[in-house]
């Protein structure tokens, strides 16, 4: 079992930054690839980015690309959401997801369903 806590979620105006933090404990996060997700009010959940195991290969929606960047530190259990040049439509709860596998490839890293762990979520506000 791996148990994910997300936090860092802040109200910020727009324009601002934040870093989101995910804190793993149970297992070592060095053999899972990990994904940020966030769901919007009356909105489904959507895929952020990812990252593999090694921290390679990364991902991103086309949403964020440019401005968000993920990274971890397997020696620190923690992945990690750079945030910057945030939008009102970035307004969000944040979720981090674990999947235990090899993969790096977009259409498993960006499908939630194909992960294992999830988090409970830390909410972003972004003001105009």
């Known amino acids: 079992q791996v148990q994910l806590v997300e936090s860092g979620g802040e109200l910020v105006q727009s324009g601002g930054s934040l870093r989101l933090s995910c804190a793993a404990s149970?297992?070592?996060?060095?053999?899972?690839?990990m994904g940020w997700f966030r769901q919007a009010p009356g909105k489904e959940r959507e895929f952020v980015s990812a990252?593999?195991?090694?921290?390679?290969?990364?991902h991103y929606a086309d949403s964020v690309k440019g401005r968000f960047t993920i990274s971890r530190d397997n020696a620190k259990n923690t992945v990690y959401l750079q945030m910057n040049s945030l939008l009102p439509e970035d307004t969000a709860v944040y979720y981090c997801?674990?999947?235990?596998?090899?993969?790096?490839?977009?259409?498993?890293?960006?499908?939630?369903?194909?992960?294992?762990?999830w988090g409970q979520g830390t909410q972003v506000t972004v003001s105009s």
């Open positions: 149970g297992r070592t996060i060095s053999n899972y690839a």
């Open positions: 997801a674990a999947k235990e596998a090899f993969t790096t490839l977009l259409y498993i890293l960006g499908n939630g369903r194909s992960y294992d762990y």
């Open positions: 990252i593999s195991r090694s921290g390679i290969t990364t």
